[in-house]
């Protein structure tokens, strides 16, 4: 356990004030190389100009990178549910910018042939809108390949994930607020005839995280079944 103030906390780590401007992220289940894979892309795509915070130090499962002020796309969305298109349509942008950086020959693994970096868990709560712009966090999936994969990957994420803490009279609510929320992201977005095969891929992924509750596995799965591949669902 770290002495220092929790600030926040994910499904797989916590995150902790570290002091001068800085936070630290603790892995509750390090595993080697982890981070200093995540620091390393984060790295490269901040010299390359993508909204990502500057990192400090990785290493034994713990980061500490650059803090953040502002509130993510989510809370916007939660206090201002008339912007979710929108906010679709910026995460789109988001996506589009990132993957315009060639990957080149950085040490990341690869999915694919594509040249593309790839987040992997490209949503709303993991974007920062702060006074300098939005800045996305949390590299801990990224990779390299064909910028649909993530673009599949986001847009399967966000029609079948579990909000925290909704209570039940205010689920039929998200679900509309999470429909407009989508059908933003895909106005930003170019998708192609071999979309159902990144579908197929995203959805996989999904199922192999031990961090996807049982609910999200359902609702993966009819996900898969109405946008992956006939010959899989």
Same mark, same amino acid.
């Given at each position: 356990?770290?002495? *220092?103030?929790?600030?926040?906390?994910?499904?797989?780590?916590?995150?902790?004030?570290?002091?001068?401007?800085? =936070?630290? $992220?603790?892995?509750?289940?390090?595993?080697?190389?982890?981070?200093?894979?995540?620091?390393?892309?984060?790295?490269?795509? $901040?010299?390359?100009?993508?909204?990502?915070?500057?990192?400090?130090?990785?290493? +034994?499962?713990?980061?500490?990178?650059?803090?953040?002020?502002?509130?993510?796309?989510?809370?916007?969305?939660?206090?201002?549910?008339? @912007?979710?298109?929108?906010?679709?349509?910026?995460?789109?942008?988001?996506? @589009? $910018?990132?993957?315009?950086?060639?990957?080149?020959?950085?040490?990341?693994?690869? =999915? +694919?042939?594509?040249?593309?970096?790839?987040?992997?868990?490209?949503?709303?709560?993991?974007?920062?809108?702060?006074?300098?712009?939005?800045?996305?966090? +949390?590299?801990?999936?990224?990779?390299?390949?064909?910028?649909?994969? +993530? &673009?599949?990957?986001?847009?399967? *994420?966000?029609?079948?994930?579990?909000?925290?803490? &909704?209570?039940?009279?205010?689920?039929?609510?998200?679900? @509309?607020?999470?429909?407009?929320? %989508? @059908?933003?992201?895909?106005?930003?977005?170019?998708?192609?005839?071999?979309?159902?095969?990144? %579908?197929?891929?995203?959805?996989? $992924?999904?199922?192999?995280?031990?961090?996807?509750?049982?609910?999200?596995?359902?609702? %993966?799965?009819?996900?898969?079944?109405?946008?992956?591949?006939?010959?899989?669902?």
């Amino acid at each position: 356990m770290s002495d *220092l103030p929790l600030i926040g906390r994910g499904r797989a780590a916590d995150v902790y004030d570290a002091g001068n401007g800085r =936070v630290l $992220r603790r892995y509750r289940t390090p595993h080697p190389g982890f981070v200093e894979r995540e620091a390393l892309a984060m790295q490269f795509l $901040r010299s390359q100009g993508a909204p990502v915070p500057e990192v400090f130090s990785a290493g +034994d499962g713990d980061i500490v990178m650059e803090r953040l002020d502002g509130p993510t796309m989510l809370e916007v969305m939660k206090s201002k549910p008339w @912007r979710a298109a929108s906010i679709g349509r910026d995460l789109a942008e988001l996506h @589009r $910018r990132i993957h315009r950086i060639p990957a080149g020959d950085i040490a990341l693994p690869r =999915v +694919d042939d594509g040249d593309a970096i790839l987040h992997f868990d490209l949503h709303p709560d993991n974007v920062i809108l702060t006074a300098d712009g939005p800045m996305v966090i +949390d590299w801990s999936n990224v990779a390299v390949g064909n910028a649909l994969a +993530d &673009v599949a990957y986001t847009w399967m *994420l966000m029609a079948t994930s579990s909000p925290d803490n &909704v209570p039940l009279l205010l689920r039929p609510v998200v679900r @509309r607020i999470r429909n407009s929320l %989508v @059908r933003g992201f895909l106005e930003g977005t170019e998708l192609d005839a071999e979309m159902r095969h990144w %579908v197929d891929q995203a959805c996989e $992924r999904r199922l192999l995280d031990p961090n996807t509750r049982a609910d999200e596995r359902l609702r %993966v799965a009819e996900f898969r079944a109405a946008h992956g591949s006939p010959s899989r669902t």
